[in-house]
């Protein structure tokens, strides 16, 4: 049974940070990508950013220099490390495994940044 738990997620003021964590079981976690999506009220959910096993990282264009994630390996976790919070990035954070035609989704963490 897979799962993904995500947390950290919370009501931050304008230029605040937050790490939100993702615990991942069930998988070969080593040879997923690990990505965070996100989706605000009224809005498609949007790739935040991915983690391939090669090490290669993604970002949306709305959060390069001030997102950055990361993933341990020996502890089945991939973290998004969210600083210079806006307000705009008030959404429910996902999180996503994917192996090639494999795909699972967290229940999302709630992000609140108030101006």
């Known amino acids: 049974q897979v799962q993904l738990v995500e947390s950290g997620g919370g009501l931050v003021q304008a230029g605040g940070s937050l790490r939100l964590s993702c615990a991942a079981s069930?998988?070969?976690?080593?040879?997923?990508?690990m990505a965070w999506y996100r989706q605000a009220p009224g809005k498609q959910r949007e790739l935040v950013a991915s983690f391939a096993s090669s090490g290669t990282t993604n970002y949306a264009d709305s959060v390069k220099g001030r997102f950055t994630i990361s993933r341990d390996n020996a502890k089945n976790t991939v973290y998004l490390q969210m600083n210079s919070l806006k307000p705009e990035d008030t959404a429910v954070y996902y999180c996503?495994?994917?192996?090639?035609?494999?795909?699972?989704w967290g229940q999302g963490t709630q992000v609140t940044v108030s101006s």
């Open positions: 996503n495994a994917r192996y090639s035609n494999s795909g699972w």
């Open positions: 069930g998988i070969t976690f080593r040879m997923y990508i």
